[in-house]
Nanobody, 124 residues
């Protein structure tokens, strides 16, 4: 049974930093495309970043230069390092696996496995 468990969310001030983790079980992340997504209150879920199994990384425009996705294959864990956080980054963040990275031209990722999410709140 595949499980993805996010952690690291919390309250952070604007301009601050936070690192999210996603620990996987039931699959070896090294062989999969993985991604981070977020859903803000009242908005649709959006893709934030992804990492392909062959080393390609992708970031949505709003987080370029501020967020960084990485993997630790020994720990079967992926990370999202977030810096220069803005109030508009407030959302529930989800990790996902086994889809497309980069996304299709229409923004489709097609991830099969999802975590339950961790809340990030950026507020003074």
């Amino acid at each position: 049974q595949v499980q993805l468990v996010e952690s690291g969310g919390g309250l952070v001030q604007p301009g601050g930093s936070l690192t999210l983790s996603c620990a996987a079980s039931g699959l070896t992340l090294d062989y999969y495309n993985i991604g981070w997504f977020r859903q803000a209150p009242g908005k649709e879920r959006e893709g934030v970043s992804c990492s392909s199994s062959d080393g390609i990384t992708y970031y949505t425009d709003s987080v370029k230069g501020r967020f960084s996705i990485s993997r630790d294959n020994a720990k079967n864990t992926i990370y999202l390092q977030m810096s220069s956080l803005k109030p508009e980054d407030t959302a529930v963040y989800y990790c996902a696996a086994n889809g497309w990275c980069p996304p299709s031209p229409g923004g489709y990722y097609g991830m099969d496995y999802w975590g339950k999410g961790t809340l990030v709140t950026v507020s003074a």
